[in-house]
């Protein structure tokens, strides 16, 4: 393995007298770079004769390490030059790391809520319209309709309050979404939904109510403004003011985060990541796959509660 060493050693000169590469710099090319020959002798492979499989071998090894995703781009990206190198010096006919993607960042897992959060936040959307009246009534019911909307179909936000009345042909257990792209997909509305609904539209089906022109309107949540319905932003300044009502951090309550609760909760009680992608609307299910933490965690519960060592051992 002298060899391995001498290249290193004159890729950090090049660094150094070429690239005007600082101390700090090539002392952490140097530390990467040890790593990297440290397991290619423990493999008993030089530098000259590495292939793709093994880069990614080493990369897959540091990441069975622990190694966070940033610590390995930077390790490949040392190993990357150095082959940019020696395929320059004629060492090697082409760098094995070529095509190789730097490790990407972890995806943040999604806010969510409780069950009894989410329970707690729509309870008190539910009581608050006691003892109003007139067109105060009328937007507390719409606003604990759309809660229950909400959180009963992982609706996205924009689609929740972009509803067309047509929705309301048809079965009244389902609606049809038009979401992302023109995708249609339908949604099941549970008993609780289906009441809010059904008071919100009672309500606007009287003069006195002073919205009977709703009736008429395109929009199920109908709005003065310039759009036609009720906007994002009055959604979502609306259900901030009703966690702070709740009891709960107005900081941790969106429209999203219920969408992530109705996702998290129905993975929690044993719904499958197919099931869920296809009621998200997602197109593609690696995007639904950033909820695999739940069935994880759904998974450790069924084996601690169930297996009947893990009941022996405690």
Request: hydrophobic residues 40%; glycine residues 6%; charged residues 25%.
């Amino acid at each position: 393995m002298t060899d391995d060493r001498q290249h290193v050693a004159a890729f950090l000169e090049m660094m150094a007298a070429e690239k005007g590469a600082a101390a700090n710099t090539l002392d952490a090319y140097r530390r990467d770079l040890a790593d990297f020959t440290s397991f290619l002798a423990n493999a008993g492979i030089e530098i000259a004769d590495v292939r793709k499989a093994e880069v990614s071998r080493y990369l897959q090894e540091l990441s069975v390490a622990g190694l966070k995703a940033t610590s390995r781009a930077r390790r490949l990206s040392a190993v990357r030059q150095l082959y940019k190198f020696l395929e320059a010096e004629g060492v090697v006919a082409e760098s094995p790391v070529e095509g190789l993607k730097a490790p990407g960042k972890a995806r943040a897992l999604p806010k969510t809520l409780s069950v009894d959060e989410v329970d707690r936040l729509i309870a008190t959307a539910a009581g608050a319209v006691e003892g109003l009246t007139g067109r105060d009534l009328v937007r507390a019911v719409r606003h604990h309709c759309l809660l229950e909307m909400l959180y009963a179909t992982g609706m996205r936000v924009s689609e929740l309050v972009s509803l067309p009345r047509s929705v309301l042909k048809g079965d009244p257990r389902l609606l049809q979404i038009r979401g992302k792209g023109g995708r249609e997909r339908l949604v099941p509305l549970n008993a609780n939904a289906r009441t809010a609904l059904t008071r919100y539209l009672a309500l606007g089906s009287t003069p006195e109510d002073g919205v009977a022109p709703m009736i008429h309107t395109r929009y199920l949540f109908p709005s003065r403004g310039d759009q036609g319905h009720l906007t994002r932003q009055r959604f979502a300044q609306d259900l901030k003011d009703t966690a702070l009502a709740a009891g709960l951090d107005p900081e941790r309550v969106s429209p999203h985060v219920l969408r992530h609760a109705f996702a998290s909760h129905l993975l929690d009680r044993g719904a499958d990541l197919r099931s869920v992608q296809s009621l998200l609307g997602h197109a593609d299910i690696s995007t639904t796959e950033i909820y695999t933490h739940v069935l994880e965690e759904r998974l450790k519960r069924l084996v601690t509660e169930h297996h009947p060592l893990a009941k022996k051992s405690s």
